[in-house]
């Protein structure tokens, strides 16, 4: 089984910054994409940011520029370093990558982590 705990969450100010993490562990052989998404209330889930296992990144048009995505692969973890923050960024994100094992290839998703921005 693998499990992806994010932390990092809190609440902030407009302008402020924040670092989510997503470590996954368990019974993991490879990750390839890691990815982050967002959802807030009464909008659905949407994504905001990719990164492949060689380190190709990509984001969403809203992010571009305050968001940067980075993973560490020799401790299976993702991080989304979130800068300039608007009250439009408040949302549950959640963690998700795509994880090879020995039964095969899984998609997983992490709890999720609230974000919430306002004055």
């Known amino acids: 089984q693998v499990q992806l705990v994010e932390s990092g969450g809190g609440l902030v100010q407009p302008g402020a910054s924040l670092r989510l993490s997503c470590a996954a562990s368990?019974?993991?052989?490879?990750?390839?994409?890691m990815n982050w998404y967002r959802q807030a209330p009464g909008k659905q889930r949407e994504s905001v940011a990719t990164?492949?296992?060689?380190?190709?990144?990509d984001y969403a048009d809203s992010v571009k520029g305050r968001f940067t995505i980075s993973r560490d692969n020799a401790k299976n973890t993702v991080y989304l370093q979130m800068n300039s923050l608007k009250p439009e960024d408040t949302a549950v994100y959640y963690c998700?990558?795509?994880?090879?094992?020995?039964?095969?290839?899984?998609?997983?998703w992490g709890q999720g982590t609230q974000v919430t921005v306002s004055s």
């Open positions: 998700n990558a795509d994880v090879t094992l020995l039964i095969g290839r899984r998609e997983y």
């Open positions: 368990g019974s993991i052989l490879w990750i390839d994409g």
């Open positions: 990164i492949s296992s060689g380190g190709t990144t």
